[in-house]
Every structure is written in C-alpha cells, then in structure tokens.
C-alpha cells in the first residue's frame, strides 16, 4: 500500500502541475480552453473531480481521490461489503468481476462508467447466498 500511496500522491501533485500549466496559457489561446476541456472531461471520467466545471478543481485532487476510486472502496460504498477487510478478501478470493473481467487485484480503480458493471461472478457462493437472501433465485442462471 505504502508504493501504492506515493504513485497516488506523485500521480496527483502531477495533475496538480499540469492544471497549473493549463492555467499559465493566455485566456484568448484556443488551445488553453480546448485543453482545459480535455483535462477535466478525464479527470470527471476517472472520478478525481466531482464535476467538470473549472480548472480549480484539479488542485484538489491528492492521493486520497484516487483510494476512493478502488475497487473495495466502491464495493464498501455500493454496499456489496460489510467493510474494507471484508471487500478486499472477496477481490482476492476472485468472487468480482467488472463487466466481463474477473478483478483479483484490490488496487484497481474503478471509473464512474465501470462503476454500474461491478458485480458477483456467476459462480460465486457469495451471489448465490444474495440471491437466495433476495428471492430471486433461478436454477437456470446458477448452472456453471
């Protein structure tokens, strides 16, 4: 986690520098606002930013932004897990997938359209439980 938190703090002190560069070209330059719109359309999309109003807010992305864009995080907060420990052990155990693909590694970030894709393996235990718990149960999709 530790090598992990330095990439977030060196990836966010990045975006930092790079909003600050944006921000140093002439206001009448084309480039500047063609740029700016670029910037904050995929800092939006990644989750770094809650809206893509203006510049200032990548000044306020650091290293915590891009922990709430993990996996477990968003699980905990789709309460797909009672907690981080929880959530993080089903990653590991293969038990989600986002969209078609099968996450194992608990560092994955999760962008705002992958967001609504998180969900149970089709052969997970854990899915089958859900969906007795839920009554929503059917033999036809459990079959593996």
């Known amino acids: 986690m530790t090598s992990e938190c330095y990439l977030y703090n060196k990836l966010s002190r990045n975006i930092r520098e790079l909003a600050q560069k944006i921000r140093d070209l ?7 606002a063609q740029s700016t719109t670029i910037f904050l359309e995929k800092l ?3 989750g770094l930013i809650p809206t893509k109003q203006n510049l200032s807010l990548a000044n306020e992305v650091n290293a915590s932004a891009f922990c709430r864009r993990r996996l477990p995080t968003i699980m905990l907060k789709l309460r797909m897990a009672q907690s981080l420990k929880f959530a993080i052990t ?3 155990q293969g038990h989600i997938r986002v969209g078609p693909e099968i996450v194992t590694d608990p560092a994955f970030l999760v962008t705002r ?3 609504d894709f998180i969900t149970w393996v089709d052969s997970s235990k854990i899915k089958q439980h859900v969906m007795n718990y839920n009554e929503e149960r059917d033999d036809f999709d459990l079959v593996v």
């Open 26 to 32: 002439d206001e009448k330059d084309g480039f500047r």
């Open 44 to 46: 939006y999309s990644i």
């Open 90 to 92: 089903f990653i590991e």
């Open 113 to 115: 359209s992958m967001e």
